[in-house]
């Protein structure tokens, strides 16, 4: 029989534990590129999220910003809105006072027209009866040149009152193309951002 060497089996169990050693430190090193690759992946990862992070919030920044000129804008638009109501309004209502004293021009004309159709035919049968009312055609005479400088005085109003109303008419055309106007640059800007 054979007597094992001890000093043989340390080496075989002193090589089979540096072998141990060995595949220990070459996991450990791969465990180690494999963690650096890891963080390197993470820190590119973090690095990105942060950028992205800054671009929301400069977005977020310029969105903000925007929302606070249009609220600015909306709110100028809409008191001019209903300044141009108002005015609206107030044309309407003088509109509708113009019209109701041209209707009564009109009224007062044709009575007018009608008191001298009236007048007119006294006069023409203060014509046939001349001989006999010599002073009555004279009154006559007075009269209708009074009727007549009233229905020229007439006449005159109503063609004043009519060119009033074509201004009135024309400023209020111009004043609804301004606001279409405004309203149209309005909607294209709002188009436009």
Same mark, same amino acid.
């Given at each position: ?11 075989e169990?002193a ?6 050693l ?5 996991a ?6 494999? =963690? ?5 992946? @993470?820190?590119? *990862?973090?690095?990105?999220e942060?950028? &992205? $992070?800054i671009?929301?919030?400069t977005?977020?920044q310029?969105?903000?910003q925007? %929302?606070?000129? +249009?609220s600015s804008?909306i709110a ?6 209903k300044e141009l109501?108002?005015?609206?309004k107030t044309? $309407?209502?003088? @509109?509708?006072?113009?019209? /109701? ?6 009224f007062? @004309?044709k009575g007018?027209? %009608?008191l001298?159709?009236? +007048?007119?035919e ?5 014509? #046939?009866?001349?001989? =006999?009312a010599?002073?009555s055609?004279k &009154? =006559?005479?007075?009269a209708?040149? #009074? ?5 020229d005085?007439f006449?005159?109003? +109503?063609?004043e ?6 201004k009135v008419?024309t400023d209020y055309n111009?004043l609804v193309e *301004?606001v #279409?106007?405004e *309203?149209?640059? /309005?909607?294209? /800007?709002?188009?436009?951002k």
């Amino acid at each position: 029989m054979k007597i094992p060497d001890p000093s043989s089996n340390r080496r075989e169990h002193a090589g089979a534990g540096v072998a141990i050693l060995i595949t220990l430190a070459a996991a450990l090193c791969v465990m180690a590129a494999v =963690q650096w690759v890891d963080q390197t992946r @993470l820190l590119r *990862q973090v690095e990105g999220e942060r950028k &992205e $992070k800054i671009s929301l919030q400069t977005q977020i920044q310029e969105k903000d910003q925007a %929302n606070r000129r +249009y609220s600015s804008e909306i709110a100028r638009l809409e008191t001019l809105r209903k300044e141009l109501d108002e005015i609206v309004k107030t044309n $309407k209502t003088e @509109l509708s006072k113009v019209k /109701a004293e041209s209707k009564k021009f009109e009224f007062e @004309l044709k009575g007018a027209t %009608n008191l001298i159709g009236i +007048y007119k035919e006294r006069l023409d049968s203060a014509n #046939k009866s001349i001989t =006999q009312a010599n002073d009555s055609i004279k &009154e =006559q005479n007075g009269a209708i040149r #009074k009727i007549t400088a009233q229905r020229d005085e007439f006449v005159g109003k +109503y063609t004043e009152l009519a060119e009033m109303h074509n201004k009135v008419v024309t400023d209020y055309n111009k004043l609804v193309e *301004q606001v #279409k106007a405004e *309203q149209e640059a /309005a909607r294209k /800007a709002a188009e436009k951002k």
